[in-house]
């Protein structure tokens, strides 16, 4: 498990002083701004964020070290990470997208289906995207109990009962 948890993302400048959207993957959106200082994956830190508004689909915020657009338009699509100690403890069915992504498959006969290379949600909860062994085409399997009835963390491994079909068989 990493250190380090992306919790969101910037997504360009909002207007032309220096306000950035913010994008946040928090379940509750704000609590971002709790969880400073974030780091970027080249080592940058925002020790503060004040959250100044909201717009379609992202937050608006002012960050230290961003003062004009070209600041903040620089700063596009940059991943924004919390230390992990800082985040709250998840219950036990619930995960950390970063905890998932590496993990072994196996179908409930112990057979490996792939390993997970990215969660994916598009708005209808969460999917995993699969890399079968050998493949170069992944396979998106939904993050539901009918369809992923056990996450062993410690094991390293996802126990899948995907659909019928879903990885090739008849």
């Not at 701004?33 to 080592?43: F, I, K, M, W």
Request: hydrophobic share 45%; glycine share 12%.
């Amino acid at each position: 498990m990493s250190d380090r948890i992306v919790v969101g993302s910037l997504a360009g400048a909002f207007g032309v002083l220096g306000e950035v959207r913010l994008k946040s993957f928090c379940a509750d959106p704000e609590a971002i701004a709790d969880y400073v200082p974030l780091s970027t994956e080249d080592g940058r830190i925002f020790r503060q964020i004040v959250l100044t508004g909201q717009t379609a689909g992202s937050l608006v915020a002012r960050i230290d070290g961003i003062l004009t657009k070209e600041d903040a338009d620089a700063l596009k699509g940059l991943a924004l990470y919390a230390d992990r100690a800082r985040l709250p403890a998840l219950p036990d069915d619930e995960y950390y997208h970063a905890d998932l992504i590496g993990l072994e498959v196996v179908d409930t006969g112990g057979a490996s289906l792939g390993r997970v290379k990215a969660v994916l949600n598009h708005g209808a909860g969460d999917i995993l995207e699969v890399l079968p062994p050998g493949a170069s085409d992944t396979v998106l399997l939904p993050f539901t109990d009918a369809a992923v009835p056990t996450v062993d963390l410690a094991a390293g491994r996802i126990v899948a009962d995907p659909p019928l079909g879903l990885f090739g068989d008849d």
